[in-house]
């Protein structure tokens, strides 16, 4: 019963967007042209091709060096599927969005990786996305993250301890062998706390994603066989009854 809500929700969303596309002025696909496809279903909610193609051209995602196309897809997708999930979750607690200037600072952020305002506009018009669109996307994505700073911050708590550790055994070798002068603790200790908090959250954070992950119905079909949509279907009006 549960695979059959999801083939049948599997349909609806590739409808959706033929229905979407179909109103927009790109060209009409051909009959079993497929023009997106659903890659993964997290807790009977789609994610498509399209969306992760949105964050790779935006540059939410950006292609390592030396990887393929599959294993980029990939990537943004697993990053996506955690992001839907984390989502998900605060949506559960009605939290806040993001400060408006928060997220205007993320869109000029954005807008600076393109050369110029054409570019930008260009890059929006290709992706099938409008700024209005992308702002309620950094809007998500930076409530998310305002929310696992309250949820697991104070888990990142660090140490003087684990502060001067880290200078004695990890900084000062690095600096010595590079045969670069080694800073009093004092000038370097914030810098420290920083980057030690940021590794602490970081693993917090997986490790609260991997238990979501875990309780979630999550189904990866980005491997999937990508088949061709059937044909469309005339439906045809009866004749009216006599009087």
């Not at 999930?85 to 605060?90: A, K, P, T, Y």
């Not at 920083?194 to 997986?206: F, T, W």
């Amino acid at each position: 019963m549960r695979r059959e809500r999801i083939l049948l929700h599997l349909v609806s969303c590739v409808l959706a967007v033929a229905a979407a596309l179909a109103g927009q002025d790109a060209p009409t696909p051909h009959p079993g042209e497929l023009v997106d496809r659903v890659v993964a279903i997290v807790d009977e909610s789609p994610i498509l091709l399209s969306d992760l193609r949105r964050a790779i051209g935006l540059g939410m995602v950006t292609r390592r060096e030396g990887e393929s196309e599959a294993a980029l897809l990939q990537r943004t997708l697993d990053e996506w599927i955690e992001r839907r999930l984390r989502s998900n979750e605060i949506s559960r607690f009605g939290f806040e969005g993001a400060p408006l200037e928060d997220v205007e600072r993320q869109i000029e952020r954005l807008r600076a990786r393109f050369p110029d305002e054409a570019a930008w506009q260009a890059e929006l018009a290709d992706l099938g996305l409008d700024e209005a669109e992308v702002r309620q996307l950094l809007a998500r994505q930076l409530a998310v993250l305002s929310y696992l700073e309250q949820r697991l911050g104070p888990r990142a708590f660090v140490s003087i301890d684990e502060i001067q550790r880290y200078y004695d055994e990890k900084l000062t070798p690095r600096l010595t062998t590079d045969g670069d002068p080694v800073p009093p603790i004092d000038e370097v200790r914030e810098g420290i706390r920083a980057l030690l908090r940021e590794q602490k959250l970081d693993r917090e954070i997986a490790r609260w994603t991997a238990e979501l992950r875990r309780e979630a119905d999550v189904v990866d079909l980005l491997d999937a066989e990508e088949k061709p949509l059937p044909p469309p279907i005339l439906v045809l009006e009866a004749p009216a009854s006599p009087p």
